[in-house]
């Protein structure tokens, strides 16, 4: 007998390179700019900005989580939306690449805060979103990624004085 999808929300994820995701999910959970949310079948209308985050997948009583950047996720009765810039799976991440867009984004921000302070220059929001992909990816590492992942980001933390 073939399960029923009755009380499963579509999920589609796309970045501009490609779609993500497609597939019918129990429970998505999201981090917006107003908090973490879930989402499931049946849920109100919504239009949610996304921030840098972790995204859990709740399907068949399994978790799968991916990282998910800056976006907007499109809430329906039957669908999620979301369109990042960025979605990533765990073993998907790099964690050298993650490390060094964090010492990037750190310097670029000492940066643009003494500018801020000296010349009165804004702040641009790329080195802060930069920042917070990279803590979103380290994050999932953390959560979900291999022993050798974890192991690495562990060790480069350490290296590079990460906490």
């Excluded at 996304?50 to 996720?73: Q, W």
């Excluded at 984004?105 to 930069?130: H, W």
């Amino acid at each position: 007998m073939a399960e029923s999808n009755s009380n499963k929300i579509r999920l589609v994820v796309v970045t501009p390179y490609k779609t993500f995701y497609d597939d019918m999910v129990d429970i998505i959970t999201v981090t917006s700019s107003d908090g973490e949310f879930g989402v499931m079948f049946g849920h109100s209308p919504l239009v949610a900005a996304l921030k840098p985050g972790v995204c859990r997948i709740h399907n068949d009583g399994k978790i799968t989580m991916f990282s998910c950047s800056e976006g907007y996720a499109e809430i329906t009765r039957e669908r999620v939306l979301i369109i990042c810039n960025s979605a990533e799976w765990p073993e998907d991440i790099v964690i050298s690449r993650i490390v060094n867009a964090y010492i990037d984004a750190s310097g670029k921000i000492k940066e643009e805060m003494r500018l801020k302070k000296e010349q009165g220059i804004e702040m641009t929001s790329d080195s802060i979103n930069m920042l917070a992909r990279s803590k979103a990816r380290m994050h999932l590492i953390e959560l979900m990624g291999n022993d050798s992942q974890k192991e690495r980001l562990a060790q480069l933390r350490e290296e590079h004085g990460i906490s």
